[in-house]
């Protein structure tokens, strides 16, 4: 999470473990493109930053963030991937849709974790204006899907 205080998509390179042996799955959603398109390169990158090689990261697109879930538990049940990350852009309109789909994704992202015992990455912006989601994907905040990636392969040595 990026704060006024901290950008947590800087981080020390020699804290993060070494992604060689593991396959991950990312899946991101079609809806706010341009926003996630970003999200998921900075997640690539960071992987392979950390040594995954192109064949151990598989992509997955699905229509909108409320999908995230189940395209997790799909990549779960017909891969062998050992984490995945859900990329996502949500930003808060004039009715209370915002708040059923971003409630209903994080816990959906959730119960595919606990489900698969396997880390499943909330990498979805919750925004109230495309500004903030610009400035938190690739902007003045980092890249959420930098965040992302980091917090799968610290998951993956617990």
């Not at 593991?22 to 999200?39: D, M, P, Q, R």
């Not at 991937?81 to 959730?110: K, P, S």
Request: glycine share 8%; aromatic share 6%; hydrophobic share 45%.
């Amino acid at each position: 999470m990026a704060t006024v205080l901290k950008n947590l998509s800087e981080f020390n390179s020699n804290d993060i473990p070494n992604a060689e042996d593991k396959h991950f799955g990312i899946v991101v959603s079609e809806w706010n493109s341009t926003i996630t398109n970003a999200l998921l390169q900075g997640a690539i990158d960071t992987l392979v930053n950390a040594g995954a090689k192109d064949n151990q990261i598989i992509i997955k697109s699905v229509p909108g963030t409320f999908e995230l879930a189940y395209g997790a538990q799909h990549l779960f049940e017909t891969t062998e991937v050992d984490a995945v990350i859900c990329l996502g852009c949500v930003i808060q309109g004039e009715t209370r849709h915002f708040d059923f789909i971003c409630d209903a994704t994080a816990n959906g992202i959730m119960r595919v974790s606990l489900d698969y015992s396997a880390p499943v990455i909330f990498g979805v912006l919750t925004t109230d204006n495309l500004q903030q989601a610009i400035d938190r994907s690739g902007g003045k905040h980092g890249n959420k899907g930098v965040e992302a990636a980091v917090t799968a392969l610290k998951m993956l040595i617990l």
